[in-house]
């Protein structure tokens, strides 16, 4: 196969034979260069700085993903977007058995769980535990006390396994209904391992009717002392 011709209005480049005229010749600097000016770059391993624009794009996109994780996690649950789901910490959603009152009190321990931790533990010498507590499963574990605390808070020096604490608690008695306080203490008394027996709205409506005369603020919380009476 022949080579390409030139075009013809391109006129043809006249090379020197510097061999041919010896040293008396005239050396063409731009001649010589011309061949190399047509070369590329050799290709080669390694890597390439990103553009800043790709750069600010990812971020930008980075950024949006976690805004939207965080404001549409839906706490990651799985009943959070199902409209058909029941939503068991829910005040008009009255649980009906053992297993709805359960997950219900999960929910509503969400509430809880700020001071006294997911798993029940607590904070040593601020907020006491509920795994394993001896208010909630062990000698001092009586549901009327529990009920107590819960709906008016407790405030004072409590000893809990041992451990003194004095960071008060305020009560969820004006906020919860009954069926609420009862789920709420109900999953406590079962979680972590626990046998506790469960806890219903009309124990909740008995000792609301028993303490009927006391208001539902901080400044009338229950002491220890006067839980260990009841």
């Known amino acids: 196969m022949s080579d390409p011709m030139p075009p013809a209005d391109e006129p043809k480049a006249e090379m020197t034979d510097f061999d041919a005229k010896g040293d008396d010749a005239q050396m063409d600097v731009p001649q010589m260069m011309r061949p190399l ?3 590329h770059d050799e290709p080669r391993d390694g890597f390439e700085p ?3 624009w790709m750069a600010a794009v990812f971020a930008v996109v980075v950024f949006w993903a ?4 965080a404001t549409h996690s839906g706490d990651y649950r799985r ?3 199902d409209s058909l789901a029941p939503r068991a910490a ?17 929910q509503l ?8 931790k997911a798993g029940g533990e607590g904070v040593p010498g601020v907020h006491p535990p509920l795994k394993d507590a001896d208010w909630v499963v062990g000698k001092d574990a009586k549901a009327d006390r ?7 808070g407790v ?6 396994n041992g451990q003194k604490y004095t960071v008060p608690m305020s009560g969820y008695g004006a906020q919860w209904k009954d069926h609420q306080v009862a789920a709420v203490l109900t999953y406590i008394r079962q979680a972590w391992g626990h046998k506790g027996e469960s806890v219903l709205a009309d124990d909740v409506a008995r000792v609301r009717g028993e303490e009927v005369a006391r208001k539902y603020i901080d400044a009338e919380s229950f002491t220890a002392e006067e839980l260990l009476k009841k």
Do not use: N
């Not at 976690?66 to 994780?69: E, H, I, L, R």
């Not at 829910?90 to 009190?105: C, D, N, V």
């Not at 321990?109 to 006294?116: D, I």
């Not at 405030?155 to 809990?160: C, D, F, L, R, Y």
């Open 90 to 106: 829910e005040e008009s959603f009255i649980p009906r058995t053992p297993e709805q009152l359960t997950e219900a009190g999960r």
């Open 146 to 152: 529990l009920i107590r605390i819960v709906l008016f």
């Open 37 to 39: 000016y047509r070369e």
């Open 109 to 116: 321990y969400g509430q809880c769980a700020v001071c006294h």
């Open 50 to 52: 990103i553009p800043v």
């Open 79 to 81: 009943d959070a977007y």
């Open 155 to 160: 405030k004072g020096e409590m000893t809990v």
């Open 66 to 69: 976690g805004w939207y994780f």
